[in-house]
């Protein structure tokens, strides 16, 4: 009783006079209720912990806005943010998030030229024993114009044609088709018109392009099943009138179609859009963490074309590479073909890997006007 009584009187005298709290509680051997309170774990809070982006354009920067919230009755210390993707920065290490309040921050993710899913996150640290949070961002890049497909293996809408056909898989697991449909629409709702698919008419499913007004919605079918293996191509390239889209491309996941690159490419293929014939037109593709990986020389696999290796420019990271393509006068049509990059890795050792290119060459303002009908666009495998 008497040990308790000193243990109240303790703390009756550190209310009025101010103490430290934590030493008492050694001295005493009794918590008062206001020292559990304060050795309680601070909490923070994302708002939201999940960003969404919906559609993203390529080669953009976007920045969108959260807030850690600071449940707690103590300052908390951010010691570190650290992104899952350098294309992800964020100004905020050793900010404070006061009492009882909340810290918004900015955040900015640099956009590739990739279309598809992507995802990147940021985790927070704090001082003080602070259990880590992270804030998580996804969406996706996608041109005005965007094709999607049904994926037979798991019922997901999705931005990629699946005709992958594995025959490891387990008895009864469902089989990706070599054959079917895809649907192509404009994001912004715009009517516009499919002008070829692969170079090719499209199969359109219930529309007639010389009848029927155009629409901001197509189904186009697809057949790969009668395509050999070297010429199955990794993507599928569609050729729209819309000013914003003149050309898009679907991956295509087939096994005949892995890209398996010996550089560290920041993405696999770059949309050129529309390249006029008998002119240059400057173009990039990044080096992901490179870290001292040098490019010599360009290549084209096609004859309708040249690139030429312009200049380079380096970061702690990566490195931005900067081309210039070449289109010959007689080109027409939609192209996509590989470009044989060879590079020099930091101990000099030299490696080459192929990079996909596509575009639709349209004739200088002089020049005669192209077939009606433009050709099939090269179709080599993939490296």
Same mark, same amino acid.
């Given at each position: 009783?008497?040990?308790?009584?000193? &243990?109240?009187?303790?703390?009756? $005298?550190?209310?009025?006079?101010?103490?430290?709290?934590?030493?008492?509680?050694?001295?005493?051997?009794?918590?008062?209720?206001?020292?559990?309170?304060?050795? @309680?774990?601070? !909490?923070?809070?994302?708002?939201?912990?999940?960003?969404?982006?919906?559609?993203?354009?390529?080669?953009?920067?976007?920045? *969108?806005?959260?807030?850690? $919230?600071?449940?707690?009755?103590?300052?908390?210390? #951010?010691?570190?943010?650290?992104?899952?993707?350098?294309?992800?920065?964020?100004?905020?290490?050793?900010?404070? $998030?006061?009492?009882?309040?909340?810290?918004?921050?900015? $955040?900015?993710?640099?956009?590739? /030229?990739?279309?598809?899913?992507?995802?990147?996150?940021?985790?927070?640290?704090? &001082?003080?024993?602070?259990?880590?949070?992270?804030?998580?961002?996804?969406?996706?890049?996608?041109?005005?114009?965007?094709?999607?497909? !049904?994926?037979?293996?798991?019922?997901?809408?999705?931005?990629?044609?699946?005709?992958? @056909?594995?025959?490891?898989?387990?008895?009864?697991?469902?089989? /990706?088709?070599?054959?079917?449909?895809?649907? +192509?629409?404009?994001?912004?709702?715009?009517?516009?018109? +499919?002008?070829?698919?692969?170079?090719?008419?499209?199969?359109?499913?219930?529309?007639?392009?010389?009848?029927?007004?155009? *629409?901001? !919605?197509?189904?186009?079918?697809?057949?790969?099943?009668? #395509?050999?293996?070297?010429?199955?191509?990794?993507?599928? #390239?569609?050729?729209?009138?819309?000013?914003?889209?003149?050309?898009?491309?679907?991956?295509? *996941?087939?096994?005949?179609?892995?890209?398996?690159?010996?550089?560290?490419?920041?993405?696999?293929?770059?949309?050129?859009?529309?390249?006029?014939?008998?002119?240059?037109?400057?173009?990039?593709?990044?080096?992901?963490?490179?870290?001292?990986?040098?490019?010599?020389?360009?290549?084209?696999?096609?004859? @309708?074309?040249?690139?030429?290796?312009?200049?380079?420019?380096?970061?702690?990271?990566?490195?931005?590479?900067?081309?210039?393509?070449?289109?010959?006068?007689?080109?027409?049509?939609?192209?996509?073909?590989?470009?044989?990059?060879?590079?020099?890795?930091?101990?000099?050792?030299? *490696?080459?890997?192929?990079?996909?290119?596509?575009?639709?060459?349209?004739?200088?303002?002089?020049?005669?006007?192209?077939?009606?009908?433009?050709?099939?666009?090269?179709?080599?495998?993939?490296?």
């Amino acid at each position: 009783m008497k040990k308790q009584y000193l &243990a109240r009187l303790v703390a009756g $005298i550190c209310l009025l006079f101010g103490c430290d709290l934590d030493a008492t509680s050694e001295s005493t051997d009794i918590a008062s209720p206001q020292i559990a309170k304060y050795s @309680q774990p601070t !909490t923070v809070i994302v708002d939201p912990p999940l960003i969404n982006l919906g559609f993203i354009e390529p080669r953009s920067t976007i920045t *969108r806005n959260f807030r850690l $919230i600071n449940s707690s009755n103590q300052p908390v210390t #951010i010691v570190s943010a650290t992104p899952t993707c350098t294309c992800t920065t964020i100004d905020a290490q050793g900010k404070i $998030i006061p009492s009882g309040q909340s810290l918004e921050l900015p $955040i900015t993710m640099k956009v590739a /030229a990739s279309t598809g899913i992507k995802t990147a996150a940021v985790t927070f640290t704090f &001082a003080g024993g602070i259990a880590p949070v992270k804030v998580e961002m996804s969406g996706e890049i996608a041109y005005t114009i965007r094709g999607t497909t !049904t994926d037979v293996t798991n019922g997901a809408m999705v931005p990629y044609i699946n005709a992958f @056909q594995d025959p490891s898989a387990p008895s009864g697991t469902p089989t /990706a088709p070599l054959s079917g449909t895809v649907t +192509i629409s404009s994001i912004d709702r715009t009517p516009f018109r +499919i002008n070829s698919v692969m170079g090719q008419s499209p199969a359109f499913v219930n529309f007639n392009p010389q009848q029927d007004a155009p *629409r901001n !919605t197509y189904l186009v079918s697809y057949d790969f099943s009668k #395509i050999p293996c070297e010429r199955m191509p990794p993507y599928l #390239i569609v050729e729209t009138d819309h000013p914003k889209a003149p050309v898009i491309d679907m991956r295509i *996941r087939h096994a005949c179609t892995k890209i398996s690159p010996q550089l560290p490419f920041a993405e696999y293929r770059s949309n050129l859009g529309a390249v006029t014939t008998g002119s240059n037109q400057p173009f990039e593709f990044e080096l992901k963490n490179s870290r001292g990986w040098k490019v010599i020389s360009t290549t084209s696999k096609d004859p @309708q074309f040249t690139v030429n290796l312009v200049g380079q420019r380096f970061d702690a990271d990566n490195a931005m590479i900067s081309l210039m393509i070449s289109v010959n006068p007689s080109a027409h049509g939609i192209i996509l073909a590989p470009v044989t990059m060879t590079a020099t890795d930091p101990n000099g050792v030299t *490696r080459s890997s192929d990079f996909w290119v596509y575009f639709k060459a349209v004739p200088a303002a002089n020049a005669p006007p192209a077939a009606s009908a433009p050709p099939a666009p090269s179709q080599k495998a993939g490296s």
